[in-house]
């Protein structure tokens, strides 16, 4: 008999990475229309809750008209007679994957990025209840991590106490992320596959200075993980012999990253963007994007709403980073990361970063070096590439050197070249259609170039 024959539809591990458009959704719960969203576990004593309980406040999924979005909270509680607090961040990150289970159900991000959609079909089967998914995830918990003995759910959808329960919930977020700051990284490192359903070729290493890319798992969380489910998702990687501690490549992890993403990926480097970047699932709660044009870094969050200063918008930089990819000039991160002394190491630090979100770096603003903080632009500052340049230059911000070092940085206005011929030189980076080890560099800056016809040739004989 199936545990799971009185849910109306079918629960399995078939339906991981299954994706509900906006058109085929009866209902999105969270998601980045919402402000107020989130997913949180709370360990508690054996006498202090009720076990199997699950609480409904607010509508139900049947109460809100198709293609609804609402504020929504996710609240668990989980007791076992030695059940530690370090394990909070591990069974919280579980939900991504026990939801994904459930046919016609996404769920994407963590904590308070968290967006859940329940397709029209599902809904139509009579998965219409938060009852339905309540058991579900009860008996996928206690299933798959036998040390919870006790677990009631709480689903909120009333407005003003998901927002109550919001501000909350970041104090604890808060509280677990300053754990690991300030400690040097360990010899071991944890490896989490548990966004492999989503990207196949995607391992998130995470060390005492990088977080998880969801902003979920860290340090602590991984190993308290490893001693209570070592054959799960989360595992300990040796970091093995140092390749280059700048930008954080390890023989270990690479050996590692080779064996999870069957040769696809063959080296990472921790630390920078370029090279071989970690790669990203689509889970990240932020981007690190190059800006050629000043030669630095912007730093983009999921739920910023606008466009960033290069003109691109948070989808369009996610689906450039996603999918299990190392991508030159981009790096998926969690916003703990950027409060780490490791952050962008190997590309120059904060001394690079130039532009990003106001309400990040207001988040951010204690960890910001003191000579940097007032020089990094937001969106309430500057309105495109020619006055990000400006405030630069009059902020006299760090970046400006570079472009001395650079001077056709400095110098290069915005224009309109004809030209008649452009020869193009070999070099290392592989253009598609053209055979492996010839390949050619294009880089334009702060160049409009009108040509009638452009021409790519592989030179052989170079």
Request: with cysteine.
């Amino acid at each position: 008999m199936s545990m799971f024959e009185d849910i109306p539809v079918d629960v399995g591990i078939i339906y991981e990475g299954e994706r509900i458009k906006s058109r085929d959704m009866r209902i999105e719960l969270g998601g980045p229309r919402e402000e107020y969203k989130f997913g949180l576990v709370q360990v508690r004593g054996m006498d202090e809750i009720e076990d199997g309980r699950i609480i409904i406040i607010g509508q139900d999924i049947s109460d809100f008209p198709e293609r609804t979005n609402t504020p929504f909270c996710l609240l668990i509680e989980v007791a076992e007679k030695e059940v530690e607090k370090d394990l909070e961040g591990v069974i919280e990150r579980r939900l991504h994957e026990y939801c994904n289970f459930i046919e016609g159900f996404m769920h994407l991000n963590q904590r308070y990025d968290i967006q859940m959609r329940i397709s029209k079909k599902s809904f139509e089967k009579g998965f219409n209840c938060f009852n339905h998914k309540g058991e579900v995830l009860k008996r996928l918990f206690k299933s798959e991590l036998p040390f919870i003995e006790k677990i009631p759910l709480t689903f909120i959808t009333e407005p003003d106490l998901v927002k109550e329960w919001y501000r909350k919930a970041l104090e604890i977020y808060g509280a677990r992320d300053a754990r690991a700051r300030g400690m040097s990284d360990d010899d071991v490192f944890y490896g989490c596959l548990l966004c492999q359903s989503f990207a196949s070729t995607h391992l998130c290493v995470i060390t005492p200075q990088r977080y998880a890319n969801c902003g979920a798992i860290s340090w602590f969380d991984g190993k308290a993980t490893v001693k209570v489910d070592q054959k799960g998702p989360v595992f300990e990687i040796p970091q093995g012999e140092v390749i280059d501690a700048k930008t954080g490549e390890y023989v270990g992890v690479n050996k590692i990253i080779q064996e999870k993403s069957l040769g696809e990926i063959e080296r990472v480097q921790l630390y920078t963007t370029f090279g071989y970047p970690h790669t990203s699932c689509g889970c990240f709660e932020g981007c690190a994007f190059l800006i050629p044009e000043v030669d630095g870094f912007g730093v983009v969050h999921r739920n910023f709403k606008g466009e960033t200063i290069n003109g691109l918008n948070f989808v369009t930089i996610s689906d450039l980073t996603a999918g299990g990819r190392e991508v030159d000039g981009f790096h998926g991160l969690s916003i703990e990361y950027m409060r780490n002394l490791k952050f962008l190491d190997a590309d120059g630090g904060w001394d690079r970063v130039v532009w990003m979100p106001q309400d990040i770096k207001e988040r951010i603003q204690e960890f910001l070096p003191p000579e940097i903080a007032p020089k990094v632009a937001t969106e309430t500052e500057v309105a495109d590439l020619d006055e990000l340049k400006s405030w630069l230059t009059k902020k006299n911000h760090s970046i400006v050197e570079r472009w001395r070092e650079e001077p056709w940085l400095a110098t290069a206005e915005t224009g309109e070249v004809t030209v008649s011929t452009l020869e193009l030189p070999a070099s290392a980076i592989p253009i598609q259609g053209i055979p492996s080890g010839i390949g050619f560099t294009i880089i334009l800056k702060n160049a409009k170039i009108k040509a009638e016809k452009m021409i790519i040739k592989a030179n052989k004989g170079r």
